[in-house]
């Protein structure tokens, strides 16, 4: 059974930027798909990006494409989401999943084993 702990929230201002991680244990992530979400209150959970186990197919909701960057380090067993250009409307809990497939689903019903989250908090 694998763990996913997300880290790397924060409060930041708007424009600036952080880094979140999520580091699995249990078993290797480098067969398996990885994605981040994220729930603002009062809202569903929702897409943000993906990347499949070669780490070369990523794929990104549009309101971040161009801010946000997803890779991963299948020897850490962590996957990292680089969030550049904050703006308020990013505040949520961001959370990590895991995909027991070979492509990059944004519904989060796809995905299997989903971390705690960790508070994002841009400023504005």
């Known amino acids: 059974q694998v763990q996913l702990v997300e880290s790397g929230g924060g409060l930041v201002q708007a424009g600036g930027s952080l880094r979140l991680a999520c580091a699995a244990s249990?078993?290797?992530?480098?067969?398996?798909?990885m994605g981040w979400f994220r729930q603002a209150p009062g809202k569903e959970r929702g897409f943000i990006a993906a990347?499949?186990?070669?780490?070369?197919?990523?794929s990104y909701a549009d309101s971040v494409k161009g801010r946000f960057t997803i890779s991963r380090d299948n020897a850490k067993n962590t996957v990292y989401l680089q969030m550049n250009r904050l703006e308020p409307e990013d505040t949520a809990v961001y959370y990590c999943?895991?995909?027991?497939?070979?492509?990059?689903?944004?519904?989060?019903?796809?995905?299997?084993?989903w971390g705690q989250g960790t508070q994002v908090t841009v400023s504005s």
């Open positions: 990347t499949a186990r070669s780490g070369g197919d990523t």
């Open positions: 999943a895991l995909a027991r497939v070979y492509y990059t689903p944004r519904l989060s019903g796809e995905y299997d084993t």
């Open positions: 249990g078993r290797s992530i480098s067969i398996s798909t």
